[in-house]
């Protein structure tokens, strides 16, 4: 698709510039960690894994469905899709007094609060609802080809949509599969085509709330999204370090360090989920440059362990390094990728994750890859193939 700009004045708070107008998922699991199944270079067939809250010991090397735990990684040749700089003061420039206002109208139905303290926010482990007796969150990493595709279900049944593949029709046929007919919260990490086309049919399902990082796309892709969001009437927020209460799973939208150039990936926007003691942690297309400024700021949200994490940009060798990893421990990483040709994951990703002794599960190999996670910190992980 040829570049366009966004149109310079919508019908609602402009959310073709990114900018905010308006603020705003089984069986039981084990207490002990199956064996090591397969090496990262056999052919993964389906399975289910159960497992322990973290420990901080390792389980298989990376790679193998069976094992414990995995390391994220991303592989890029080269940095893609990049926001074109603006040259100056848009019309959503104009409306953040109205993005606080409706920021505070969501926080007084105890939906989204802000966080007003320091980046860090809540340390892992504090200020998590009561999560109900027997109950799971359900992450599920659509299987929706090269991109990055995230769909969240609380225990009471509310929804999230992290990204949503290059695909429209894939997107659309994951969420009917999984029988999706509403969607509560939708999160696009940047809006590069393969995280944000998939959201444009999405958008249908009528989100609530629509978060992104404040920059708007520059493609014919992104502003059919815009237009199909506020044909719903959903509430346009920039990522601004909010808590979100999808039933009695926390959602710490995790902004971009501050500094930033006008980079989409260098602008993902990061997500921490918590559940009871389970947690996960998302981060889009981040690089380098991102979480090293994320790690300047010593969040907790950020630090691990996490039992669940996604591969930063499907891969990529300008992703995931040691010194992250190092911070965000993680036990499982799932890598959203499909056929490419710029070499994701890459070997020096898969590396990293060997070394921390994370699991590692691929879509490409996988299908979807599904966890559900429980309050005390136990999971159990399936692979459609």
Not at 160 to 173: H, I, K, M, Q
Not at 228 to 243: E, G, H, P, Y
Not at 269 to 286: I, N, P
Request: hydrophobic share 35%; with cysteine; glycine share 12%.
């Amino acid at each position: 698709m040829s570049p366009k700009k966004p149109d310079p004045a919508p019908r609602k708070p402009d959310a073709a510039t990114g900018k905010a107008a308006s603020p705003a998922r089984k069986a039981p699991a084990s207490k002990t960690r199956t064996p090591a199944a397969k090496t990262a270079a056999s052919k993964p067939t389906a399975s289910k894994t159960t497992a322990s809250k973290s420990t901080g010991g390792r389980g298989a090397a990376a790679g193998e469905p069976g094992a414990t735990r995995a390391a994220p990684g991303r592989a890029a040749p080269g940095r893609r899709g990049r926001a074109k700089a603006r040259s100056g003061p848009g019309a959503s420039d104009l409306l953040g007094l109205l993005i606080l206002v409706v920021t505070g109208s969501l926080a007084a139905c105890g939906w989204i609060r802000q966080q007003d303290a320091a980046p860090g926010g809540d340390a892992p482990g504090t200020g998590a609802a009561p999560a109900p007796a027997g109950g799971t969150v359900t992450i599920r990493f659509l299987d929706v080809g090269q991109g990055d595709a995230i769909l969240i279900r609380s225990p009471e049944g509310k929804t999230a949509l992290v990204d949503g593949g290059r695909s429209a029709e894939r997107l659309s046929a994951q969420l009917k599969k999984h029988g999706v007919t509403r969607l509560d919260l939708m999160i696009a990490s940047h809006a590069d085509a393969d995280h944000i086309a998939g959201l444009v049919p999405a958008a249908a399902l009528k989100p609530r709330v629509f978060i992104n990082n404040g920059l708007g796309g520059t493609t014919q892709t992104w502003e059919r999204l815009v237009r199909a969001l506020q044909a719903v009437d959903a509430t346009f927020t920039k990522a601004s370090n909010q808590t979100v209460n999808l039933g009695s799973v926390k959602l710490r939208v995790i902004a971009p360090p501050p500094g930033m150039p006008d980079d989409q990936n260098l602008n993902s926007v990061g997500l921490a989920v918590q559940f009871g003691e389970f947690r996960a942690l998302l981060t889009g297309d981040s690089e380098t440059e991102e979480t090293e400024g994320w790690l300047a700021q010593e969040r907790a949200d950020l630090r691990g362990p996490f039992q669940l994490y996604k591969s930063i940009h499907h891969g990529a060798s300008n992703g995931d390094s040691a010194a992250w990893l190092a911070n965000v421990r993680p036990e499982n990483v799932v890598i959203s990728v499909g056929e490419n040709s710029y070499g994701h994951p890459t070997a020096q990703t898969l590396r990293l994750y060997r070394q921390t002794g994370a699991r590692v599960y691929r879509t490409d190999r996988h299908g979807t890859v599904t966890f559900e996670g429980r309050a005390d910190g136990t999971y159990t992980a399936d692979t459609e193939r």
